[in-house]
């Protein structure tokens, strides 16, 4: 009797837990549709060219005629829609003579960078101790930055430098502390306060970088 019904229940079990998880082999994404926490929609498969897992733009080398005389060319989902749901992206950095790419974060996804031309002085610090780790690097060097780590990118030479990053993520996101700080309507007394910056030094930051308030 005991052996019936177990059978009755592991035969319940295989009915009703049967294994067909859905497998996809890839989920371009809609970008007609707004951007969630798991990515973008799937594009229908039926509208999907090679063209969605192609991106030309990291041969073009970006306009660093900026502040920092620095480009970043993103090839993330909202620009390479092929990426969504794979769990990975590129980007191109130009950096010019005297190019920075000051202190920033990407909140969704760890970076690897090469170095393919030119002298980038990188680093990152740590959350956990406040740790530095630099390094000065050259041609063909690369240097990973952990998810969610403050870490930054310079020229160290005399000569234009080019790295190309990927992460591990199709959309890590980019927040750049001193704009975060600078460059918005916070107000110069909150800033004052919560970075212990002088008034003076504050004004001067936000009126170099857009700030008001
Ligand atoms: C580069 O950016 C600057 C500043 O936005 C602009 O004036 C210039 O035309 C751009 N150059 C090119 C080649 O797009």
Avoid: W
């Amino acid at each position: 009797m005991f052996h019936i019904f177990f059978l009755f229940f592991f035969s319940l079990q295989l009915l009703s837990f049967p294994s067909h998880a859905a497998v996809q082999d890839f989920c371009v994404g809609d970008l007609s549709l707004p951007e969630g926490p798991a990515g973008y929609s799937c594009k229908k498969p039926a509208k999907v060219t090679v063209n969605d897992f192609v991106f030309s733009g990291l041969g073009v080398t970006g306009n660093t005629s900026n502040l920092i005389k620095a480009a970043v060319t993103p090839a993330f989902s909202a620009q390479f829609p092929g990426v969504n749901g794979l769990g990975i992206s590129m980007a191109r950095l130009d950096l010019a003579v005297d190019g920075v790419v000051p202190l920033h974060t990407h909140p969704g996804g760890s970076e690897v960078l090469v170095v393919v031309e030119g002298t980038i002085c990188a680093g990152f610090i740590s959350s956990s101790a406040n740790l530095v780790y630099f390094k000065s690097l050259k041609k063909g060097d690369i240097m990973v930055f952990p998810q969610g780590l403050l870490h930054f990118q310079i020229n160290g030479g005399g000569t234009p430098a080019i790295a190309f990053v990927s992460f591990s993520s199709p959309s890590p996101g980019l927040q750049i502390t001193a704009f975060a700080l600078f460059a918005n309507n916070l107000p110069s007394a909150l800033v004052e306060k919560t970075t212990f910056l002088d008034d003076a030094q504050v004004k001067k930051l936000k009126a170099v970088l857009g700030g008001t308030g």
